[in-house]
């Protein structure tokens, strides 16, 4: 199994960390998306994910992009341990979650979009940080109450699809300086799920394409 993955990537940041807890081996090749490698437009990876973005995972004959799309046909084909809860309205109830994060946070504020501010736009670093906060706040107000008060995870007792989805946009929000204190459900996951191998191996400073200067750093 190989997955195609930037380090800082969020959405390859979710994978992996579905990966991980699965107990899948997987070889990581990394994609550099920053110019002038913008790795991501070469030719032969468009040819494996037309959309020219990370993540993209093989398994055997096997190609997918998008990273919910990986991490669903990673618990279609390998169910044990179960990402998704039992039950409809549960199953809806993460679904609902991640793509809260997905499908409506993490793309107004993703490496392109940032870059277009700056480049098409002309938007300046202050401008960036304010649209990029602007969004995270809708998105994480949503979240904090979408999840469970009970814990220790987003919908109770079991880890899964919510959490993988939380934990790197809590760490995105971080980089950015993004005051979380508003949000102690979200925090409460993400300490819970720190304390877990599948999560901390997949920490970006920690995959084989970071560079050296990254490794021990938030």
Not at 67 to 76: N, Q, R
Not at 196 to 217: H, K, Y
Request: net charge neutral; hydrophobic share 40%.
């Amino acid at each position: 199994m190989k997955l195609y993955s930037y380090w800082r990537s969020s959405a390859s940041y979710r994978v992996r960390i579905a990966l991980n807890l699965k107990g899948l081996a997987y070889e990581t090749l990394g994609v550099d998306l920053r110019p002038p490698a913008s790795a991501q437009h070469s030719p032969a990876y468009a040819a494996l994910n037309p959309q020219q973005m990370v993540p993209t995972l093989i398994d055997g004959e096997t190609v997918i992009g998008q990273s919910l799309a990986i991490v669903e046909y990673l618990d279609e084909r390998y169910p044990l341990p179960p990402l998704l809860p039992p039950g409809a309205r549960e199953r809806a109830r993460a679904r609902q979650i991640a793509q809260a994060i997905n499908a409506d946070l993490h793309p107004l504020n993703n490496l392109r979009v940032l870059r277009y501010l700056e480049n098409e736009l002309g938007a300046d670093p202050a401008a960036r940080r304010a649209w990029y906060h602007h969004w995270l706040k809708l998105g994480l107000d949503a979240c904090e109450r979408l999840i469970d008060e009970r814990g220790p995870y987003a919908l109770g007792e079991r880890v899964g699809l919510a959490d993988l989805c939380i934990v790197p946009q809590l760490y995105n929000a971080r980089r950015y300086a993004f005051a979380l204190d508003a949000y102690p459900r979200l925090c409460r996951i993400d300490a819970a799920c720190a304390d877990l191998e599948a999560f901390a191996a997949s920490r970006p400073e920690l995959q084989p394409d970071a560079p050296p200067a990254t490794v021990g750093a938030a």
